[in-house]
């Protein structure tokens, strides 16, 4: 009885923090229209917390790629992705030192990232799937799904001209538009903190041969064992 209170206990404050998640967005925008009497714009609450939920997943996998050998390959992939994505949103304060600067770098990334990743193949695929099968790997999905699917679907133009017609006022169609990129910007950070924390918490398991006797163990187990 009592773990099943406990479980129940886990379960309900996950689902409180899903609760959050999903209320963040739509807060920030009403403190973007009533307490800053801004639109939901380039400078808005809503786009600054975007950027840095975007800067704290890209920190977080660095963490990862320190802390972990085995995810470096990975981490250090997706650190380059987000910082992508980070750089994209920027495009606005780049674009004051010459249009479209946000290109070059991202260029550079995508190119220096693969290819270093590429070198080892193996490991990165590896540290992906490891990811993929994790629960912050199906939250990250999901939040990739909001902001490169839902996100845009729901911001077409077309959907918006079309269901108010001479009515149409494109501040409606951004504010939909940024909160969804929002939420989903918040489950990638939920998804990155939490796996970057278990990743960092477990023992790093020493790789034998396989000629070996003993089999692999934690390192953590293994130097118990010696002392």
Known sequence: MKNDLQLLASYLGRAFL????VTLPP???????HWLGNAVGEWSLVEL???????????AFVRL????????????LAAAFFTCMFLREMDEALDLIAHGLWKYP?????????????????????????????????????????LLFYSRLIGMTSLWTGLLGDQYIRVFKNTI??????????????ASLSYVAQRVREPVVIRRNAGDAAPNVPVATHINQSM
């Open 65 to 76: 790629a320190i802390a972990r050998r085995d995810d470096r390959r990975f981490a250090l």
């Open 177 to 190: 538009e940024e909160t969804t990129e929002l939420l989903g910007y918040t489950f990638i950070l939920a």
């Open 49 to 59: 917390t975007q950027e840095g939920f975007l800067a704290a997943s890209v920190l």
């Open 18 to 21: 899903f609760g959050v998640m």
């Open 27 to 33: 807060l920030l925008a009403w403190l973007d229209i």
């Open 106 to 146: 991202v260029a550079l990334l995508i190119v220096g990232s693969l290819g270093w990743a590429s070198r080892d193949l193996r490991a990165s695929v590896s540290g992906l799937v490891r990811f993929l099968g994790s629960r912050p790997g199906t939250v990250m999905v999901i939040g990739l799904v909001l």
